[in-house]
């Protein structure tokens, strides 16, 4: 997966290639982080950084890939899985993390587009970064009363299918609550 080098690789590379290796070799996410980090010679403020863009792009990941599908025009599994998770990370980074610039987040995204794909993917995941901070509020989610299932997919980013079986067995209220629990970020826990 991750190989160790000599020289210190950046936060949001050793992100990416978590989240490649997550989506293209079917690795466990927390695996996946726990080997990467435990390879990196990050600072503990970068580790924590990377956390946080491997487990809120992964808990997200249904509704970034739907606010993604508006604004590319190819469909995502039609890209790379490098730059596939590009535009998830970079996606995350503009739309749910305060701390991070927006700009600061679409130009890092097309650095990593132009080492990890070509001069083409580069504007590619600029422009659809782009038009993302555009548009996404003009976006409107299935409508919750003909389609909860559907909704729920979109705004609580679970599996369609499973959200039909827990509509089915809790109803809209504790499935929306279940969804809204699964979504919040872990609470630190300390164990002696």
């Not at 160790?4 to 990416?16: E, F, G, H, I, Y």
């Not at 491997?54 to 590319?72: A, E, F, M, S």
């Not at 959200?163 to 089915?168: F, G, K, M, S, V």
Request: some cysteine; aromatic content about 8%; proline content about 6%.
């Amino acid at each position: 997966m991750v190989k160790p080098s000599s020289v210190a690789t950046p936060p949001r590379q050793t992100a990416l290639q978590v989240l490649y290796a997550i989506d293209a070799q079917d690795a466990y996410t927390d695996v996946a982080l726990r080997q990467a980090l435990g390879q990196s010679r990050l600072e503990r403020r970068d580790r924590a950084f990377v956390t946080e863009c491997v487990y809120g792009v992964v808990r997200w990941q249904g509704r970034i890939n739907w606010l993604l599908q508006h604004v590319c025009h190819r469909p995502l599994d039609t890209l790379t899985p490098w730059i596939r998770n590009i535009l998830r990370l970079g996606a995350y980074q503009c739309l749910w993390m305060q701390g991070t610039p927006a700009r600061a987040a679409v130009y890092e995204a097309v650095e990593l587009a132009r080492r990890y794909g070509h001069r083409g993917t580069a504007r590619l995941v600029n422009g659809v970064l782009r038009a993302l901070l555009r548009q996404h509020e003009t976006y409107c989610p299935p409508d919750a009363a003909r389609a909860p299932a559907a909704y729920l997919a979109v705004m609580g980013s679970h599996p369609q299918w499973l959200l039909e079986r827990w509509l089915e067995r809790y109803g809209w209220a504790r499935t929306q609550a279940i969804c809204e629990a699964n979504n919040r970020p872990a609470g630190m826990t300390l164990r002696a």
